[in-house]
């Protein structure tokens, strides 16, 4: 397959083939599901194809990009001896905007601090404690391997997920707490709905009397006034190492159509043990979603990639 990801020639074909290949039914998926029945010879060989697999459609899909950007650059090359005052008559001038990416976090933040939650940030390089094991993530969890998550030389990582913020907020100011997180996180993805660096929006608010009630009731009300329009919401039973119980919350974007917006729940009594809180005196929810994934149903995007290109004729055309 080396051989087949280094001859194929458009990003469309490439995307195709790495969902055939990593998607939830693909092959590698299927194969490495399947690792438990392989010895270590075999388990050994299959974890290193998958890593060559992965950097080869990476470095591909570099490569792709760049000729896509060489090629346009080619066809719409200025010409610098052109006369500036004809050109000013026909390009009128355009003041420039904040990315809608930008624009949208702004109003995420003033939407969440009208809400009482205040604003935490924290390392995007992080290390395994704050954004593991203080989150009740055992070592033999699959977030750790090397095919989900970027490790650096040295230990460290960039962070999978903005929950290590939280951890860093209960050790620095303790609790009760009330506190939202906006910020780029790091895994290894590629496709029209994921990116290698994407935006998550995480929610903590831990007290003496918190319940599921609250995390729903909030979440409602936050996307409500995010997207200007009331919802249905149902919620799931689900299994995140760091809540119990465990959940997935849903809104009826079109009638009968169901899209699943995030993971929630309510916090495992040993995140707040690792971080000195007694789980038999405070309790509370943590809730986390992909905010992304928020900007495009707000602006009727099909693929994440378009909003990281920079091409300024796109945003206009978008009205951004």
Do not use: C
């Not at 974890?47 to 697999?53: G, V």
């Not at 590629?190 to 995390?215: G, N």
Request: net charge negative.
């Amino acid at each position: 397959m080396l051989e087949q990801i280094k001859n194929i020639n458009s990003l469309e074909e490439l995307t195709a083939l790495h969902t055939a290949t990593f998607g939830k039914s693909g092959t590698m998926t299927l194969r490495l599901k399947d690792m438990k029945n392989l010895d270590n010879d075999a388990r050994a060989a299959l974890n290193l194809e998958n890593t060559e697999l992965r950097e080869a459609f990476k470095l591909r899909q570099i490569e792709l990009e760049d000729l896509s950007i060489l090629a346009e650059l080619k066809e719409n090359a200025l010409d610098a001896a052109a006369n500036s005052s004809h050109a000013s008559r026909l390009t009128p001038y355009v003041y420039g905007k904040l990315h809608p990416l930008s624009q949208n976090m702004t109003e995420i933040s003033e939407i969440m601090t009208g809400m009482g939650y205040k604003f935490y940030s924290g390392p995007e390089i992080e290390d395994e404690w704050h954004n593991f094991t203080a989150l009740n993530t055992p070592d033999f969890h699959p977030a750790r391997d090397m095919q989900d998550t970027f490790f650096m030389e040295s230990g460290n990582l960039l962070r999978t997920q903005t929950s290590s913020v939280q951890i860093r907020a209960m050790e620095s100011d303790g609790v009760p707490i009330k506190m939202f997180v906006v910020g780029p996180t790091y895994r290894r993805d590629m496709d029209a709905t994921h990116s290698p660096m994407f935006h998550q929006i995480e929610l903590l608010w831990i007290d003496k009397d918190i319940t599921l009630s609250d995390l729903v009731g909030d979440f409602k009300v936050f996307l409500e006034k995010f997207f200007g329009r009331e919802f249905n919401m149902r919620i799931r039973p689900s299994f995140f190492p760091f809540t119990e119980p465990s959940l997935e919350v849903d809104i009826e974007w079109l009638p009968g159509k169901w899209l699943e917006l995030g993971g929630a729940g309510m916090v495992h009594p040993n995140v707040l043990k690792n971080v000195g809180v007694d789980p038999d005196e405070y309790q509370g929810f943590a809730l986390g979603f992909g905010f992304d994934r928020l900007a495009m149903m707000k602006y009727g995007l099909t693929d994440l990639r378009e909003f990281f290109k920079g091409d300024v004729r796109w945003l206009q055309a978008n009205g951004f």
